[in-house]
């Protein structure tokens, strides 16, 4: 689990996950305690982070694929795109 819990910090996890969705921060040892009471809301805290990790992915891969085709462009046509970009915000 500290492995993950590493892992989960390298991303950002603190201000990406749990102060967009309000949600307190975990130990280490969170889902590695049984406790009878506390197994629905553990389950919900980990859907939900397994949610927010997949959908992470998804953004990197998009992103990814956005810098491949912006180097592959042109230097003209990039050059075009910011001129563009900047009389727009005018």
Known sequence: ???????????DYKD??????????INKLY?????????????EYYYKLCNWIMNLSKVYTIFNSLIKKIKKMPLNR????????LWQKN
Request: proline share 2%; with cysteine; hydrophobic share 45%.
């Open 1 to 11: 689990m500290e492995d993950i819990y590493e892992k989960l910090n390298l991303i």
């Open 16 to 25: 990406l996950f749990c102060r967009t969705l309000n949600l307190p921060l």
């Open 31 to 43: 889902f590695a305690i049984d406790e009878e009471k506390n197994r629905q809301e553990k389950f």
């Open 78 to 85: 990039l050059l075009l795109i910011k001129t563009k970009t």
